[in-house]
């Protein structure tokens, strides 16, 4: 008669069918042996029958809930199902009945760090390596645990440990791959990869790793060619081909061929976040927040029930200063979730709306011990405070985060805040110094150096360059905005975006700028301006990157330079013929202040008032050149005019573009409050309480 361990053997055999066949049977006559429906829970994962696996081995944890193999079955099962909470417990319940079970603590570490836990993980595979140093999973887990500390030497040896103990197992080298090119190895990554594949070639993330190798050595042919096989292969495969073939594409700067694949790889899959996020993301580079927005739409209209698009598209909205809008979505998805992520971005779109009791009461729903995320809420309720004028509150609330580990733009904003602290008490040289801390927290760009110009010879150029040949260049800007950091101009840049007609480019200021002979006159610095062949290349230069981000040119193109150099006015005249200037300014003083307190849209960083105030006066003489010697059509405009003035500036504005009229929109009234929740701009005439610790720069200006 045949018995249990009989289909055990055959089992063990590799004979999957008779063995499957014998539990089934047992079953039959017996629903109730817990053992039969444990192997064969075992059998069917093996087999891949995923969800019949899961079954009986919890019909056998029922059975006998004291036995340990039990539910590490089920909660393996679980684990490999991604219900991360329920196998936690049941790795947990297993420990309580072996402590000693050191594949439960290895489960359990590889639990942490899906959930980002890495403390957690660290503490777990601490326990199973007590256990068994040799484990292939226990060492790889530990070298992802070093990986997320960013020690990747270290991980790099005990990925290389797992690969000798475990030869054939795949996972191991892969690991080690992606470790080398952290380390900027790549020619070591590839070989590890390369082993992985041949142990395994059924792997699509190692693909991707491996073109992602390619790409850092600029081998981009060889970088496809690992993706291939994803894209011929299944859904899954397919989807995580185009996502890294998007990649590529992006990197070598083809946005139409990145969104391609972006949005083939959201059709394989419109419930799949990653390709909307990645198109949006791009969009919202290349400077096409519209397109970005629709984009959002269309997967919502596919799935409105997404949790990840609604919170997108309400971080989107808040990014394009549409906050009430903001705020409205994101209430909605806090109902629909406890997720203290999500309740930051409401406390967040609600300080941006000035909504501050709003702020106040979500950034209170966050609770301590949530890391980053408490410490973001506590400066939502810092700078709640700060509004409200309740002072001993604010600076309660920054004490709470002064002994925190926070990220670098955490410590700027509490520094920054600190100084709006002190300022608000008029103790003038401590919030000087909190915000000079502020700017060295959270290193920014330094300003690009600006030379000075003989303007005898800038004025020849010029005369040189409008007696010179003409190209024939379809994407001519109508006009450049220029503005210093502290100066105002994001008010000017928003007011211009709100018009239908226009076209703001702002990917200047991007985390990947766009660069040509405009921003960096000293590229062309060789170019003889009385060669036409020599423009038409500047001008091609010029429209080749609005081409590549799918830029129709329909509506008069705004460029907004964030440094305007005076040697670009020659390359102006050669290459344009006729482009107006808008010059947005403020007090220089004021500037110089509103720059170190509050940052702005350039994102320069002051390393000292000293080499601030120096680089503020040669970019404002650089823009004096441009006036007095441009010899093209300019418009100035003061910034706190603006604000006091509106109408009437409006519509000398709108004049200059030749618009019938231009009227103020989301993006103005998002403008007046910065996207960091400070405020967007200190009180004309502020500098003047500084004068003492401004003492020895103001001269400079």
């Known amino acids: 008669m045949a018995t249990l361990e009989s289909f055990y053997d055959q089992h063990k055999q590799g004979q999957l069918g008779e063995a499957e066949a014998g539990y089934r049977e047992l079953l039959a006559d017996n629903p109730l042996d817990a053992e039969a429906h444990h192997l064969l829970a075992i059998l069917l994962r093996q087999r891949g029958s995923l969800t019949e696996a899961f079954n009986h081995a919890r019909r056998a944890v029922e059975l006998t809930p004291d036995r ?46 899906a959930q980002g836990d890495i403390a957690r993980a660290e503490e777990r595979f601490t326990y199973a390596m007590r256990g068994d140093q040799e484990r292939p999973e226990v060492l790889t887990g530990y070298g992802h645990v070093l990986m997320a500390k960013g020690q990747t030497d270290d991980a790099v040896k005990y990925f290389t440990r797992a690969a000798t103990v475990a030869p054939k197992d795949p996972a191991p080298l892969a690991q080690l791959g992606r470790a080398y090119l952290a380390k900027k190895m790549p020619d070591f990554a590839l070989k590890a990869l390369e082993r992985s594949l041949e142990l395994d070639p059924d792997q699509p993330l190692v693909r991707v790793i491996m073109a992602q190798a390619h790409m850092s050595k600029n081998q981009v042919a060889d970088a496809r060619a690992a993706l291939a096989p994803l894209l011929a292969g299944p859904p899954n495969a397919q989807l995580l081909g185009q996502l890294a073939c998007g990649d590529i594409a992006r990197a070598t700067g083809d946005v139409p061929t990145a969104l391609g694949h972006y949005r083939a790889a959201h059709a394989l899959d419109p419930g799949e976040f990653g390709p909307i996020d ?89 609770g301590d011990g949530l890391g980053q995320l408490s410490a973001q809420a506590r400066l939502i309720a810092a700078r709640t405070a700060l509004e409200r ?54 290193p920014r760009n330094p300003p690009p150096p600006l030379p000075n110009v003989d303007a005898t010879a800038l004025e020849a150029a010029i005369e040189g360059a409008r007696s010179g040949p003409k190209p024939v260049l379809g994407r001519r800007p109508q006009a450049l905005l220029l503005g210093t950091p502290g100066s105002g101009v994001e008010l000017v840049a928003a007011l211009l975006v709100d018009q239908p007609t226009l076209h703001l480019r702002q990917d200047r200021f991007a985390v990947d700028p766009r660069r040509d002979w405009v921003s960096e006159p000293d590229s062309a610095s060789h170019v003889d301006l009385r060669d036409l062949s020599a423009i038409e290349r500047l001008g091609r230069r010029y429209t080749r990157p609005l081409d590549a981000s799918g830029f129709d040119g329909h509506g008069g193109l705004i460029d907004w330079i964030p440094s305007f150099d005076a040697r670009c006015l020659p390359l102006l005249h050669a290459v344009f013929g006729e482009v107006k200037l808008i010059i947005v300014g403020r007090d220089p003083r004021d500037a110089l202040l509103n720059w170190l307190a509050i940052g702005g849209s350039h994102r320069y960083g002051v390393e000292s008032m000293e080499s601030a105030a120096t680089w503020l006066r040669s970019a404002l003489d650089h823009l004096i050149l441009a006036a007095k010697l441009g010899r093209l059509k300019m418009l100035a405009i003061d910034s706190e005019r603006l604000l006091s003035d509106g109408p009437r500036q409006r519509t000398q504005l709108a004049r200059f573009l030749e618009l019938d009229a231009i009227e103020p929109g989301e993006h103005f009234n998002g403008a007046l409050r910065a996207d960091s929740g400070l405020p967007a701009r200190l009180p004309q005439g502020h500098w003047q309480g500084y004068q003492s610790g401004l003492a020895s720069v103001l001269r400079l200006l």
Do not use: C
Request: aromatic share 4%; charged share 25%.
């Open 68 to 113: 340990v193999n039990y539910l590490v079955t089920l909660a393996a099962l679980e684990f490999h199902g991604r219900l991360f909470d329920r196998a936690r417990t049941h790795f947990e319940a297993a420990l309580v009945l072996d402590p000693n079970r050191t594949d439960a603590y290895s489960a359990l570490g590889h639990i942490a760090l």
């Open 278 to 366: 990645r198109e949006t993301e791009l969009l919202l580079r290349v400077g096409d927040s519209d397109g970005a927005l629709a984009a959002l739409d269309a997967a919502l209209a596919q799935r409105p029930e997404s949790l990840a698009l609604r919170r997108r598209k309400g971080q989107h909205l808040g990014a394009l200063g549409r906050h009430a809008e903001a705020a409205a979505l994101l209430a909605e998805v806090v109902r629909d979730t406890d997720s203290p992520a999500v309740q930051l971005d409401l406390a967040t779109a609600r300080a941006l709306l000035g909504d501050w009791e709003g702020a106040g009461d979500a950034a209170a729903q966050i």
């Open 389 to 442: 004028g309740d002072l001993a509150a604010g600076q309660a609330q920054l004490s709470r985060v002064e002994h925190e580990v926070l990220e670098a733009e955490q410590q700027r904003m509490a520094h920054a805040l600190g100084g709006l602290l002190n300022d608000s008490q008029g103790r003038h040289e401590r919030a000087l110094a909190l915000w000079l801390d502020a700017h060295r927290a959270s």
